[in-house]
């Protein structure tokens, strides 16, 4: 049964899509502003990009941001991964229900009162805020939604194939990373470039545990856009939203030439 879209149904898509992207589209355009003015259009120019690159303290911190976005993402896979093996392969153990708690508590708190609580501990234990308070901290926040895609995973894999590898005489050590880690490689990828982009994107949590010298790209951003709007602002955002497009559309593409190649095989 064939259903066309009505003028209703496409209305509400023309008007959902231009309330998403049209903001975004303006942003890209008015980096290419000549004029200070971010709302006043005077020609096209190049500048503020240049101007970009000069500004030591918005490179000092989207580095600082990509150095903390890397750490956290690695240590929120390998704990993630650890923790969805842990629930899924172990069953019912002492204290499931309160680890299970802890691991998925980040997921549904706000974040607002996952920042604040990680604050006061680290007030309590007297450690010095900065890059490493933010990076445990975005590992906290992350590593949640690293266990929930490589569990979902886990859940539908096929015990058997492990079975036969153990029955032809390989330990268990050998096992895991000779069959279960290749089967689930795309769900642990799939886990760390979420926690990457997550960390990346973070202002909350970071704005209550950054210290002297941890200045994140959010962070940075936000302080600017509080002090007035510059053009330099929109060049950096539209950099950002150029490198994600790209990202986006290597993984279609690579996607597809996978799918392509597999039905090469099959055929």
Not at 183 to 211: C, E, K, R
Request: with cysteine; hydrophobic share 55%; proline share 4%.
């Amino acid at each position: 049964m064939n259903r066309r879209l009505s003028v209703f149904n496409v209305t509400s898509l023309v008007i959902g899509f231009a309330f998403l992207y049209l903001p975004i589209l303006l942003l890209v355009i008015y980096s290419f502003n000549a004029s200070r003015l971010v709302t006043v259009w005077g020609g096209f120019s190049t500048q503020w990009y240049g101007a970009l690159f000069r500004n030591e303290a918005l490179i000092d911190a989207a580095w600082v941001t990509l150095r903390i976005a890397l750490l956290s993402a690695t240590l929120a896979t390998i704990l993630g991964t650890l923790a969805a093996l842990a629930l899924t392969r172990y069953g019912r153990f002492p204290g499931r229900t309160l680890f299970t708690g802890m691991v998925y508590a980040p997921m549904v708190m706000p974040e607002v009162i996952t920042g604040l609580s990680l604050l006061l501990f680290f007030v309590a234990v007297d450690f010095d805020r900065g890059f490493w308070t933010i990076t445990l901290a975005h590992t906290t926040l992350t590593m949640c939604f690293v266990t929930v895609v490589v569990q979902s995973r886990l859940m539908t894999f096929d015990r058997s194939l492990e079975e036969a590898a153990m029955d032809l005489g390989a330990p268990p050590l050998r096992t895991f990373f000779s069959v279960t880690l290749p089967l689930i490689a795309p769900s642990i990828v799939a886990g760390f470039l979420l926690a990457f982009t997550l960390s990346m994107d973070d202002l909350v949590i970071a704005s209550f545990n950054a210290g002297p010298g941890a200045t994140t790209l959010p962070i940075k951003i936000y302080s600017a856009v509080r002090l007035g709007l510059s053009p330099e602002v929109n060049a950096a955002s539209a950099i950002l939203i150029g490198i994600v497009t790209l990202g986006v559309i290597s993984a279609t593409l690579l996607s597809k030439r996978s799918v392509l190649r597999s039905r090469r095989n099959a055929h």
